[in-house]
Structures are given as C-alpha cells and as structure tokens.
C-alpha cells in the first residue's frame, strides 16, 4: 500500500470513528434529555430561586440580603451533609433579585425559567453558526440539550445562563478582534460570577491587554453601584457569607479541586492545587504568550477547577471549550460525563468515601480530562 492510500484509509477510519462517537452521544444525550424533562416540569419548590427571592426582598426592606429567610431560603439535607442556601453572589445581584418579586414566586420562576431557555436557544445557535454544520450540527443541538448544568439550572432556577451567554459571546468577539466589547461582556460576567476574573489575568498575561483591562473596568464600575444603594456594609455582609461558607464544597455537584480534597478530607489541600495550577497557567501565559482563543480556553476551565465551590452550572461557560476542541478524543469522553444528570450523582451521598472520591466526583473528573486534552493540544501547536 502507498503512502498515499495509508494515508487516505486512516482519514476514512477516522470520519467512521468520528460518526460513530457521534451518534452514541446522540443517543445518550437524547435518554439524558428525556430522564431530565419530568424533574423540571412539575412544580417542584424554589429551591435557589427562593434564595434569590429572599435576598432581593431583604435588601429591598434595609435587612441583609445575605442572611437566611425560611421558608425562602431553602435549607437542603442528604446523607452526611446538611446546609442552608443563601444567596452567594455578589453584592449587586441584591438589587437584580428584586426584580424576581414584580410577580408571584411561582409566576416568577416560570417565567425565568422560560427566558433562561430561550438565552440557552441563542447561546447555542451562536455556538452552531460558528463551528458546526450539517448532521455535525445535530450532535451540537443534542448534547448542549443533555447536559447536567443546563437541566440543573432550571431545575434549580438559577441565573447562570445569561452570564453563559455573554461568556460566549464574549469568546466570539474575541476571536473576531473585537476586543473592547469582548472586555465588556467578560466585565459583566465576572461582576456576577467573581472566579472568572482568571480570565482577563490570563488574557493580560498573555499579551491581550485591551479586553483584560475593559473587562476589569467593567466589573469594577458595576461592583460600586450596590455601595450607592447600600454602603460598604453590603460588602462586609457578603464578604462574612462567602468567608464562612466552607461546609458545601464536598457536596458532589461541586467539580472543583476543592471539592475532591473537603471529600478526602484534605479540604486545604484544595488551595494548594488551585494556586499551583494558577501560578503554572499564569508562568506559561507569560512566557508562550498564546493565542487569545487558547488562553481563553485554559482560563476557562481553570476558572472552575480553581474555585472553592466550582458547581456543575459552571460548566455551561465550557461549550466553547469543548466545542472548538472536538476534533480531540478526549473531548468526546467528557462531553459525555458532564451529561451526567444530577440525581445519579447526589445519589452517591452517604456511599463510601472511594466512591464519593471516583464516580461520584465525575464532574470534577471531567474537568481534569478537560485541562489535561487542552495541554496536550497545546503541545501539538
């Protein structure tokens, strides 16, 4: 056989390789799909929405949006570990929580619920206008549909996807050169979700300097409107939550380090592999001074892995990661694992600590796999 026919019978093998992977996580993501559609569907409780409910009424009568407001606050029990949910975000949303009271809580998480969809729909015809096409736009649709932080998002009426959004779009711009709307849009997602300030450091570091300063411009005049409102008492309020909130990183939808090392019980030990892998992501940056697309990437992922709590909803702001990536085996394994639904995970409460540490950390597990396919395409280019 000549080079050339070598050649091209590893090309087929691999397009017959490709569709078969494709199709089994199809087909996986259509079962996910239809075990997750009656969680959300029946009235189910608040859950986080409550918190939020909570929060934003507090604010709005002089009380501190940070503290626990049964039956609101929802307090939540399993197997070995029991905690109350207040609101964890920033001090800002206190006044974007208000805005959930103009209606009946019920009506109210409905109607989030349904706007969360639809940002869900753009995000992903984003995503598809981009990097997909043909049958390989189906497989996107199925498993962007399938995965556990989307479905958990509604069930629990959290506020992750418009930020998952402006993160993608913000991805897009960059890799158009449109640097100052990017930043923009990074700004608004780190003034909610604080752990993504990784991703301007990482883009400062690695010479994209326009984006990673309007970005923290951004996130910085945001964060001083709630001291208009309310003073920096807000500010300490938060700042003891968050200081004091160590108990919930073992819960296993947390898929950070810190959330391997508090079920090992080594939670210290979380912080020490966090820093290193920011020092080493930071070192590399400096000295390869990567492409925007690939520091964004690592920052990212490194964004959840490094947080003390790196919840699963987090990995939504990974599509695309993952997506730009596919071409990637590795990618496919953990697409497939972040599809993963939440029952079948928290159900491990209570197993044995291997347990706990192996299947029921298969979130964080993932993203591993996630960063170490990102080193090793890095190696490649």
């Known amino acids: 056989m000549s080079q050339l026919d070598a050649s091209y019978a590893a090309g087929k093998l691999d397009r017959i390789l490709f569709w078969i992977a494709a199709a089994l996580l199809t087909l996986f993501s259509l079962w996910v799909i239809w075990v997750e559609w009656p969680r959300i569907a029946p009235p189910h409780g608040l859950w986080d929405f409550g918190a939020f409910l909570a929060s934003g009424r507090a604010a709005a009568e002089g009380l501190n949006p940070y503290g626990i407001y049964p039956p609101l606050t929802p307090h939540v029990v399993f197997p070995g570990f029991e905690a109350w949910n207040p609101n964890l975000n920033p001090p800002v949303s206190a006044l974007l929580f208000q805005l959930f009271d103009l209606a009946p809580p019920e009506v109210s998480f409905r109607a989030w619920s349904w706007i969360s969809i639809g940002l869900y729909a753009a995000t992903i015809a984003l995503l598809l206008h981009r990097y997909a096409r043909g049958p390989e736009a189906v497989v996107l649709i199925a498993w962007a549909g399938a995965?556990?932080?989307?479905?958990?998002?509604?069930?629990?009426?959290?506020?992750?996807?418009?930020?998952?959004?402006a993160a993608v779009g913000a991805w897009l711009l960059l890799e158009r050169g449109e640097h100052v709307w990017a930043g923009v849009l990074i700004g608004l997602v780190i003034a909610i979700k604080p752990n993504f300030l990784v991703w301007p450091v990482l883009l400062f570091l690695a010479g994209h300097r326009k984006s990673s300063l309007v970005s923290v411009g951004t996130a910085a005049v945001i964060s001083i409107i709630p001291v208009l409102f309310f003073g920096v008492e807000?500010?300490?309020?938060?700042?003891?939550?968050v200081v004091s909130d160590g108990e919930r990183a073992m819960f296993l939808?947390?898929?950070s380090l810190s959330g391997?090392?508090?079920?090992a019980g080594i939670p210290y030990l979380g912080l020490v592999l966090s820093g290193t892998m920011l020092l080493a992501l930071a070192g590399w940056a400096l000295w390869k001074q990567p492409p925007v697309v690939q520091a964004s990437s690592f920052a990212l992922v490194a964004a959840v892995l490094a947080s003390p709590l790196g919840w699963i909803h987090y990995t939504l702001f990974l599509l695309p990661v993952i997506v730009s990536h596919w071409r990637f085996w590795p990618m496919w394994l953990v697409?497939?694992?972040?599809?993963i639904p939440v029952p079948m995970i928290i159900n491990q409460f209570g197993a044995p600590?291997?347990?706990q540490l192996t299947t029921g950390s298969a979130y964080g597990w993932a993203l591993v796999l996630c960063l170490v396919t990102l080193v090793v395409s890095a190696r490649r280019t």
Not at 147 to 165: K, R
Not at 260 to 263: L, S, W
């Open 234 to 241: 807000i500010y300490r309020q938060w700042a003891e939550l």
């Open 353 to 355: 600590t291997s347990v």
């Open 335 to 339: 697409a497939a694992m972040l599809c």
């Open 147 to 165: 995965l556990a932080g989307f479905w958990d998002t509604l069930y629990l009426g959290q506020i992750y996807i418009p930020l998952v959004l």
């Open 260 to 263: 391997f090392t508090a079920r």
């Open 253 to 255: 939808t947390n898929a």
